[in-house]
């Protein structure tokens, strides 16, 4: 009689071990090719260990054999998605290094590009977020608006995503004629567009149980992992470097920057969407008062920058984009570091994620807005 | 019972959003007019790309067969990763003079990026970009092109 008391007793104390299991790197929601290396107790996220390097290019490699104005043409490839963004940080970088001052002109027009990226940039994110949790309708009305903002790039600088449109000193193009018309008539139908994404998602009680109170991520952790952007701002960390440092035209717009405590998913999510009315508000009040003007300034054939270190920050849609350039005086870099967004505001998923359901993971890897070749440049 | 007055709200305000949501898509049902797809590739003859859309790398030349490329190599020096290579040769002019004149102007398709630097830096713009689009070869041998077309030659009067 004993001996069965033994066993049941022993039953009792079985000890389940976590086991690891690996989310992709092919899997559709992790948006690109990121390995996450998720330990799980059941079905309960324990600790997340990302995984990056599955499509390293080796960009950073690659920007000390080339010239200034050929490494600008490699930042579109980092982060496609804010690739004007990037073009201005290198390209303020070394005008900065080289005392050079653009015309107002060309800040306006940068501030307008990056400001029309961010938004294309959070439409697409904002129908991929949609898609994670199921919801493919919004999959096709985010295109379907981001298609005016990348026929705008089309038309002015030649491409969609690659742009390539800033250069050291200025622009690639002068704006084309339909440009001022198009940006305007884009943002009038998108403001009647805007709102039919709070109907769609926002409100949608499936969407909402999905993203409330959860993912929190608290004001230390995110200024400790270095969460920028409407990520880190959505934990109160105020971080806007057009605000802080502002660059461009920036000084001479007014805008908010959106900040809130609560740090959840939705939080995440709602700051982005009201981001969207603050970039239509900036755009709004430059896109009528272009200045005249050059649209770059006469540079040396070979542009040399002159010894020492160089750093330019900009604000990237998906938070603090960072250049950081060491010159030996030659007329390729000694050195190029990019402080990408996406790689800090990965590792701080962990924080976010441990003690969810591993069907939380998605939604609050959504919310981060990853974009893996800017995590693995 | 208060509890469960709360719980039938909440399952008709969920309702209600849902319903939200699909006022919306039943709107775009019922107005397909409001479509922005595009029938690729229906459209084909009527499709026209914008004017300063990178497609590939051209050379025009004119109805004489001459076009304005000095073989300076400017270019090819521009290029991030050796898209262009630029072989020249040496010709002799009516004036007894050695010059320099491009032999062949060779086109790595495959290789570039459309990042327009070479076409900047031209200094007399004998190269544009082209919008052709459909690059879709079976041999990727197809994709190194001779920019300059057999036979030709520069144009009178271009200036290096
Ligand atoms: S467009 Fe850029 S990559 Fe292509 S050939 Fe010209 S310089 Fe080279
Ligand atoms: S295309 Fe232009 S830059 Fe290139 S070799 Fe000819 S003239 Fe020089």
């Known amino acids: ?377 | 019972m208060n509890g469960l007055f709360e719980y039938i709200k909440t399952v008709f305000k969920g309702v209600g959003t849902l319903l939200t949501g699909m006022k919306i898509t039943g709107s775009y049902f019922f107005r397909p007019w409001k479509h922005v797809t595009q029938q690729y590739p229906e459209n084909r003859e009527t499709l026209k790309m914008f004017d300063r859309f990178r497609g590939e790398v051209i050379m025009p030349h004119n109805e004489n067969n001459e076009h304005l490329c000095t073989g300076c190599g400017i270019c090819e020096l521009n290029c991030p990763n050796g898209s262009i290579e630029i072989i020249s040769m040496s010709v002799l002019t009516e004036d007894g003079k050695k010059k320099r004149a491009i032999d062949k102007h060779i086109y790595h398709l495959g290789m570039c990026t459309f990042c327009n630097l070479c076409v900047k830096a031209c200094p007399t713009g004998a190269i544009i970009m082209g919008q052709e689009f459909e690059h879709a070869v079976w041999d990727r041998t197809k994709l190194t092109k001779v920019l300059n077309l057999p036979g030709s030659k520069i144009a009178q009067g271009v200036k290096e």
């Open chain 1, 1 to 377: 009689m004993s001996e069965t008391k033994e066993i049941i007793i022993s039953t009792d104390k079985i000890h389940t071990d976590q086991y690891l299991v690996n989310m992709g790197p092919q899997h559709p929601s992790t948006h690109g090719v990121l390995r996450l290396l998720v330990s799980l107790e059941g079905e309960v996220v324990h600790h997340i260990q990302p995984h990056v390097g599955y499509i390293h290019s080796g960009i950073e490699k690659m920007c000390e054999a080339i010239s200034y104005p050929q490494i600008i043409h490699l930042t579109d490839r980092m982060d496609y998605l804010s690739a004007h963004m990037n073009n201005e940080a290198v390209a303020l970088c070394v005008e900065n290094a080289l005392q050079v001052e653009v015309p107002d002109r060309v800040k306006y027009i940068r501030t307008i590009m990056d400001e029309l990226s961010r938004l294309a940039s959070h439409q697409l994110w904002w129908c991929v977020m949609g898609m994670d949790l199921g919801a493919l309708t919004t999959f096709f009305y985010g295109l379907r608006d981001r298609e005016h903002i990348l026929d705008i790039f089309e038309e002015t600088c030649g491409a969609r995503m690659t742009v390539n449109y800033n250069l050291p000193g200025g622009l690639m193009f002068d704006i084309h004629p339909n440009f001022q018309k198009r940006v305007k008539d884009f943002l009038k139908e998108f403001k009647t567009k805007l709102p039919e994404y709070d109907e769609l998602l926002t409100g949608n009680v499936i969407f909402r149980q999905r993203v409330d109170n959860i993912g929190h991520l608290t004001l230390e952790d995110a200024i400790a992992w270095g969460v920028t952007g409407p990520s880190g701002r959505g934990s109160g960390f105020s971080c806007d470097v057009r605000k802080h440092q502002p660059y461009s035209a920036y000084p001479m717009v007014q805008f908010e920057e959106k900040l809130d405590t609560k740090g959840d998913s939705f939080v995440r999510y709602r700051l982005r969407i009201e981001e969207m009315w603050e970039s239509i508000h900036i755009i709004e009040q430059l896109i009528d008062n272009i200045p005249e003007g050059d649209y770059a300034v006469k540079m040396k054939g070979v542009i040399k920058l002159p010894e020492g270190e160089f750093y330019q920050r900009v604000e990237s849609a998906r938070g603090e984009f960072g250049v950081y350039i060491v010159s030996d005086g030659k007329k390729n870099p000694y050195r190029v570091k990019f402080r990408s967004p996406g790689f800090s505001n990965l590792f701080a998923l962990n924080k976010m994620a441990a003690g969810h359901k591993i069907a939380d993971l998605v939604a609050i890897m959504s919310t981060l807005d990853l974009v893996i070749p800017d995590i693995d440049r």
